[in-house]
């Protein structure tokens, strides 16, 4: 007899040798028998059930029941290919008897093998498909009793499911714990369908057996006795073997379907529900198919549970550009990634799978810098929960690292998420979690006295050349200044950041800065925070001369609205000096501050950076009165308009003693704020009333 492994299906030529040795009338040199008559009465009774296994397949036949019901219409196509079997078995017992037996079945596999097409096979598919579903959907809702299964599939496959219940912990059918069954949740019938293009009439079919089955608990007993019949059937006819590529896609389009309603479900785990889900339909499945005693190696089980983990990781994967933006209420499905991609070994793809992600969505001109860096980040926290070790976040981070570099406000963006108290960042600048050093070989590293020391050995494969995988002990900030080969870019960027807050600050109060730049001296180190401190210095002795220049004004009964800062010229930011004819009302202020400065410390003398200043105005105009600040360039723009309040640009650029375009710059500061307004081309007035057409000097 042909021996075929239960694993695979025989291949078109076994099928076509095995059908020629019949049809030849030829004993096969490997088998034991040696009657010819046998064989020809064999061959002939095989061509007579050719003939009726063929009209049983008719194309007609096998459509039409395909689309009566998916169900039931293929149980009573295996009954009646079962009726044409147990006749072909009586005729061919009493032709070979029982030495011989082995040619009858032979030939039955040869007819079974040639007459069941794709058409059969696609119907067996639909059938086990709906059938599998529907025991995930509706018989783990109400757990049947071993008495229920027993009378169809007796002790030994009840025992099968048992012994796959213990072992895998899946809520078998007919042993299912009825709080573990909740678990599993409540669906929808049309959760299940798969999403082929052309099986919305097969989706239709599957919700008419769901609705059939779950609506009655004796319904679901029946279909479980159904299901096992057929189950029992395949074996009897001897098709399992033949049909098990069939029966796979079966499980794997079950699979895909359930794998893919997890699609962006990241603040929930899945893996776990998924594997529950899929061992109870294969196990179910297995042990219907399986004859034998209970060790038995399963069919579906292993395959089932393989592909779980492939799909589900190819489904996150896929995800986790999403995932990494979602972080941190994506962590449970960065958790269930990481639990696949160890089990598959597939760690590097799924690296290089999200850098091509990242190079493609993220790292181009319409992308702000802002933007990156928040992606990068959460990159940086995710990653490391997925692999430890770095090698994958190194992978990724390179050209991030890289664009990052080639991006003019980059040191910039990550200095004002450091001081925005808002930022993650601001977090690692204030936890003080280690002295950031100078370059070394490596780039900026930090003290090592900080770093984690729960740490696992790191890969062969990274040493000496993923250095975020060496530096995987460094926070976050750490690893973003490490992006540039020296730190002095950062220090020298909050410098700038500090001066521009100082600048800004009309009441001398420092209290935040000073905060920020103490924790910058945490991570930075004193010594290169030394310009800030001078920074800070000037502030305080500036607050201390307006005291005094204030208490003298009062003296001699001057009016001072005038505060400003002095600053040590060659430790803040130079700023250009703008040219422009100061108004005589601002410059003779100035002289009056610089004259009491200069008595209170005669061995310095002060110069007016007016472009840096801010001025206060308030304008009085015929029908309301605006109070406006502005910068003193902008300030000297409104006071040409009061001995003139129609000017031209030219006559405006010649009275403030600057080219026009300074000008025209300015002009437009007062126009967006309904001001001035432009009567003509390059002809601006001041707009006395909103609603007049008579144009009126203000009084400013």
């Not at 073997?241 to 962006?264: C, G, H, P």
């Amino acid at each position: 007899m042909y021996a075929c492994s239960p694993f695979n299906a025989l291949s078109d030529d076994e099928i076509q040798r095995i059908v020629q040795q019949i049809k030849a009338r030829t004993n096969p040199v490997d088998t034991p028998w040696a009657g010819l008559s046998v064989e020809k009465a064999i061959d002939s009774l095989a061509t007579e059930y050719r003939g009726k296994l063929g009209q049983l397949c008719t194309a007609e036949r096998i459509d039409n029941g395909a689309a009566s019901d998916v169900f039931r219409g293929f149980l009573q196509f295996l009954q009646s290919l079962n009726d044409v079997f147990c006749s072909y078995s009586e005729r061919a017992s009493r032709i070979c008897g029982t030495e011989q037996s082995n040619i009858g079945d032979m030939a039955w596999n040869a007819l079974v093998y040639q007459v069941l097409d794709a058409r059969v096979l696609a119907w067996m598919e639909e059938w086990l498909y709906a059938s599998l579903s529907c025991v995930l959907h509706c018989v783990v809702r109400q757990p049947s009793t071993i008495a229920q299964l027993s009378s169809v599939v007796g002790s030994d496959i009840v025992a099968r499911l048992q012994q796959a219940h213990r072992d895998t912990g899946a809520t078998v059918v007919g042993f299912g714990d009825p709080v573990i069954a909740q678990s599993l949740g409540s669906e929808d019938d049309t959760d299940w369908d798969d999403d082929s293009v052309d099986s919305n009439l097969a989706q239709s079919k599957r919700r008419k057996l769901f609705a059939s089955v779950a609506s009655d608990p004796r319904q679901i007993g029946q279909f479980i006795n159904d299901f096992a019949g057929g189950c029992k059937l395949l074996i009897t006819l001897r098709i399992v073997a033949y049909a098990n590529r069939t029966l796979s896609n079966a499980v794997d389009r079950l699979v895909d379907a359930n794998v893919q309603r997890q699609a962006a479900k990241w603040d929930t785990p899945c893996l776990d529900l998924l594997l529950t889900r899929v061992r109870l339909v294969a196990t179910t499945l297995d042990a219907l198919l399986l004859c034998g005693p209970v060790t038995v190696q399963p069919l579906f089980l292993g395959h089932a549970e393989s592909r779980v983990y492939t799909k589900f990781s190819e489904l996150r994967v896929s995800e986790l550009f999403g995932i990494i933006i979602d972080y941190p209420d994506s962590r449970l499905a960065i958790s269930d990634l990481r639990t696949c991609v160890v089990k598959l070994r597939t760690m590097r793809q799924m690296a290089h799978s999200l850098r091509d992600a990242i190079q493609q969505r993220l790292l181009h001109p319409g992308a702000t810098t802002s933007d990156i860096l928040t992606q990068y980040i959460s990159a940086i926290r995710c990653l490391r929960l997925l692999d430890p070790s770095s090698t994958v976040l190194e992978i990724v981070a390179r050209p991030i690292r890289s664009y990052l570099r080639s991006r003019e406000d980059t040191v910039s963006c990550i200095v004002q998420d450091m001081v925005s108290e808002e930022s993650e960042l601001f977090e690692d600048l204030a936890s003080g979690h280690g002295v950031i050093m100078d370059s070394g070989a490596e780039g900026v590293v930090y003290d090592e006295d900080y770093a984690d020391k729960n740490w696992e050995p790191l890969p062969i494969e990274a040493k000496n050349v993923y250095l975020t995988a060496q530096r995987r002990d460094a926070d976050v900030l750490s690893l973003l200044v490490s992006i540039y080969e020296t730190k002095d870019v950062f220090v020298q960027e909050f410098e700038r950041h500090l001066a521009q807050r100082l600048l800004a600050c009309s009441d001398y109060s420092t209290e935040r800065e000073i905060r920020q730049v103490e924790m910058m001296k945490l991570r930075f180190g004193d010594r290169a925070l030394e310009t800030c401190e001078v920074m800070l210095k000037d502030v305080a002795d500036s607050k201390r001369t307006d005291q005094h220049v204030s208490e003298t004004s009062q003296e001699k009964g001057w009016d001072m609205p005038l505060h400003a800062l002095i600053v040590s010229r060659q430790f803040w930011s130079s700023a250009p000096k703008e040219q422009f004819a100061v108004p005589c009302e601002m410059a003779d202020i100035h002289n009056k501050y610089a004259g009491m400065y200069e008595a209170l410390k005669p061995a310095r003398k002060l110069e007016w950076r007016d472009g840096l200043g801010l001025v206060t105005l308030r304008i009085e105009l015929a029908d309301r009165t605006v109070s406006i600040s502005a910068k003193p360039a902008q300030a000297a723009v409104l006071f040409a308009f009061q001995e003139t309040p129609v000017m031209t640009l030219t006559e405006l650029a010649q009275k403030m003693e600057c080219s026009e375009e300074f000008v025209m710059s300015r002009v437009r500061f007062w126009m967006t704020r309904g001001v001035v307004r432009e009567t003509d081309a390059n002809v601006f007035a001041v707009v006395e009333a909103e609603d007049a057409n008579d144009v009126v000097a203000g009084h400013a």
